[in-house]
């Protein structure tokens, strides 16, 4: 079977429609072929490969599940698995991805107005321009909440002045989602900035230990103008940004799966081809032990994040039920690529073997779109009906 991978082990493929299998093996034979030979180059660069752009743009994924405006229409599970089998491939390819489509994209379909949909969507679709999501500030992380830029009314638009921290893409692009706090209401509020509006600036944050090709940036706003038409007329407070982080967080969920199957398929290649002591190391019951237990991770992890797609896909899905697959992941990744680090030995620690970039690149994974802390106090709020965010005063 062309499509079976040691980490298939319960034949996932089985559980996706034809649709969504085409999808799956289109990304996984790009990525395998055109993306995987350059992606460690880059990492330890800390560049970011534009010219693997057109290639990604002719896979037809950017934009997921948005319907019209030139996006692909996928179902909520064909989207999940573009992002499983990118981040299969590297984790920082998927996150340059999901800021643009996830956040960037989607914040537009579900939070812009029908001309801000047709004047963006279409180009941001075929990756001839970029995007990047701004909620994050340099005192404001997981209070994201209590963010302090602010947006003030004046004669045609608003005026945003404050920092951004964090976010990934800015450094190059072309329209920026800036969430800011409007100075009358004290409400959020939502504006498209573009790349050349005097007064922004995005320095690039250096020396990340995980996924480094990706650019994030500190973005500094200086009385920077931004028109009533690029206003988000649907960003009316903090809950509609979280409405579309609980959407958004269902395809996060999927990098750490994508991550983990990835790490499990080289490491079961890699302990029958390695021998010591006369015997292929999958020889070894401690070394089986542990491929066992990544494996068993794996297809948990993937038949959560599949039923999470089916719950969205009927309408049921809440974001506490996101939340905690996010959390949950991320975790369970956590673990099974350091087992999968062990089993490479000194390999294990080369950016080469694929396992160690993958090692690095799950921390910032685990702590952005909500730490695993915050996501797991998102669920625990749901499950209680009690908020837990603040300490007791
Ligand atoms: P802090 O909020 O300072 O948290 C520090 C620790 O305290 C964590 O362990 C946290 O879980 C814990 N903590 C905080 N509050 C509580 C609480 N109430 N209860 C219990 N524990 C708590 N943001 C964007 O807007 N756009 C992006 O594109 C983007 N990309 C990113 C890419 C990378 C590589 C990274 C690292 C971050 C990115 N972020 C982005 C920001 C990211 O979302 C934040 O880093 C994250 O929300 C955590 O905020 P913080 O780093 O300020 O940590």
Known sequence: D????????????????????????????????????????????????????????????AGGTIKGYGCPGLSITGAAISVAEVARVDGSCSTFLLVHSSLAMLTIALCGSEAQKQKFLPSLAQLNTIACWGLTEPDYGSDASALRTTATKVEGGWILEGQKRWI?????????????????????????????????????????????????????????????????????SFKDTSKVLAVSRVMVAWQPIGISMGVYDMCHRYLKERK????????????????????GNVQAMVLVGWRLCKLYESGKMTPGQASLAKAWTSSKARETVSLGRELLGGNGILADFLV??????????????????????VTGREITGLASFKPAS
């Open 276 to 295: 010591q002591f006369g015997a292929p190391l999958a020889a070894f019951q401690l070394n089986q032990q542990k491929l066992v237990q990544m494996l």
């Open 2 to 61: 062309q499509m079976m991978h040691p980490s298939d082990y319960y034949q996932f493929d089985d559980l996706l429609t034809s649709e969504e299998q085409a999808v799956r093996m289109k990304v996984r034979e790009c990525m395998e072929k055109e993306i995987a030979p350059i992606m460690t180059q880059y990492w330890e660069k800390a560049e970011f490969p534009f010219h693997v752009v057109p290639k990604i743009a002719a896979l037809r994924i």
């Open 168 to 236: 990934g893409n800015s450094t190059f692009a072309d329209v920026l989602v800036i969430f800011a706090r409007n100075a009358t209401t004290n409400q959020i509020n939502g504006y498209i900035v573009k790349k050349d509006a005097p007064g922004l600036t995005a320095t690039k944050i250096e020396n990340k230990i995980g996924l480094r090709m990706v650019q994030n940036g500190d973005i500094l706003l200086k009385k920077v103008f931004v028109s009533d038409e690029d206003r988000l007329p649907g960003v009316n």
């Open 356 to 377: 160690a970039k993958a090692f690095c690149d799950l921390e910032p994974i685990y702590t952005y779109e909500g730490t695993y802390d915050i996501n797991t106090l």
